[in-house]
């Protein structure tokens, strides 16, 4: 979309430049400089560049008047997140714009771009920055599922784990339950049964004797 807005401005500057009879070899390289300015306004995009570019801006101008068709194009790329730098270009443009050597008709032309041209660029600015700051927002909803997820199977896994353990406890109880219970029965069981074996063997004793004496009688 920035792109196309400054094709735009590059367009109408060399259809006001063929309008006012400037030299097909001119008209290039002026437009080849300013698609290598605005590239690189796009490529770097930072406070410091912004300042550097007004700079080459006026240098250009004060050398070649030529490129007093390129301010529309410098208006909008100086305007940025800084708003001192992007008042600085456009005071600068349009003081240069007013002062310069040219027809009445082509400083109110290029004024009338230039004033729509910072409106253009603060709309399109504005609309960029709630475009990250929608971005961010997915980003940080996006952020916070994947934890939610990862937290989720987490707190699964955790819970798998209790239940597990739970069961291996529950399972182990038993087991001791059913060896204690066994072990005392088995035990009661044997201490019984020798105390029956021993009465057993007491009372054949007793009637083993009983019948000696009454047989020796």
Known sequence: MIFAQKALFIVMAMLMMINSS?????????????????YLDYYFNKIEYKYAYIMIGLILIWFNPYFIYLVPLFVFDTWS????????????????LI?????????????????????????VNKAYKDKNKILN?????????SKTITQKKQLLESQDN?????????????????????GHILSSSIIQLGAIK?????ARSFFSFRTARLVTS
């Open 99 to 123: 002062n310069i050597d040219a027809a009445g008709y082509v400083k109110i032309t290029l004024f009338l771009l230039s004033i729509t041209s910072l409106i253009i660029s603060i709309f």
């Open 137 to 145: 927002l997915e980003d940080s909803y996006f952020e916070l599922e």
């Open 198 to 202: 021993k009465i057993n063997d007491d």
């Open 22 to 38: 400037i030299s097909i070899t001119t008209i290039c390289v002026i437009t080849l400089i300013a698609i290598i300015l605005t």
């Open 81 to 96: 997140k800084n708003k001192y730098a992007s008042l600085l270009g456009f005071l600068a443009y349009t003081t240069i």
């Open 162 to 182: 209790e239940v597990y353990y739970a069961t291996l406890n529950e399972r182990a109880r038993i087991s001791r339950e059913i060896h204690d219970n066994v």
